[in-house]
């Protein structure tokens, strides 16, 4: 049974970082991408960024470029993501959510598109006050 | 860059009733990259339908997508009291702004 376990609630300050886990487990994890997504209060569904671990290949939204890092650790199944700098409007529940069959580049061995997110973690809601 | 727009914020319905809820892009997309969500509060996401009209393990058969190029449709045939949620479309990386199915 496939599992995405995310860790809890962090409340950080104005321009500060916070780093979320997302354990996997229950299917080959360098077969698939894992996205982060975000909902702020009262808003809908933002697409973060993604990691294909088999390629180490990462793509991020471009208004977080600068900001945001992924990354996995393949010998625990487990993605990280990192966002720095933050602000009060990323307060936000972020998810990870794995991706069955992403885009890629083959020649590349880089991760190009979203698809679709079939398994997703629980949330993890980051609260960013001073 | 694509925009996902769903025409209606919320639809106010009862049990039983067949919802129809719409997606329109703001241009012609590939239909494999088309996808519904079910968003309850508390929860994380749930797939509902991938490659617009493809049911995802475990949904059932009430639900239902289709469409093409830039109208999509997801229909939900009689709900049930957990099917008032709000739902999301979804290609690539951009979502439609949500549907809110409320109880009337």
């Known amino acids: 049974q496939v599992q995405l376990v995310q860790s809890g609630a962090e409340v950080k300050k104005p321009g500060s970082s916070v780093k979320v886990s997302c354990k996997t487990s229950?299917?080959?994890?360098?077969?698939?991408?894992i996205s982060w997504l975000r909902q702020a209060p009262g808003q809908g569904l933002e697409w973060v960024g993604a990691i294909m671990p088999i390629f180490g290949s990462t793509k991020y939204t471009q208004r977080f470029q600068g900001r945001i890092s992924i990354i996995a650790d393949e010998s625990t199944s487990t993605v990280y993501m990192e966002l720095n700098s933050l602000r009060s409007e990323d307060t936000a529940i972020y998810y990870c959510a794995r991706e069955p069959s992403p885009d890629f580049d083959v020649l590349t061995s880089s991760y190009t598109s979203s698809s679709f997110f079939d398994f997703w973690g629980q949330g993890t809601l980051v609260t960013v006050s001073s | 860059e694509i925009v996902l727009t769903q025409s209606a914020g919320a639809l106010s319905m009862s049990p039983g009733e067949r919802a129809t809820l719409s997606c329109r892009a703001s241009?012609?997309?590939?239909?494999?990259?088309l996808a519904w969500y079910q968003h309850r509060p508390g929860q994380a996401p749930r797939l509902l339908i991938y490659a617009a009209s493809s049911r995802a393990t475990g949904i059932p058969d009430r639900f239902s997508g289709s469409g093409s190029g830039t109208d999509f449709t997801l229909t939900i045939s009689r709900l049930e009291p957990e099917d008032f949620a709000v739902y999301y479309c979804q290609h690539r990386g951009t979502f439609g702004q949500g549907t809110k199915v409320e109880i009337k």
């Open positions: 229950g299917s080959t994890f360098s077969s698939y991408a």
């Open positions: 241009q012609s997309i590939n239909s494999d990259y």
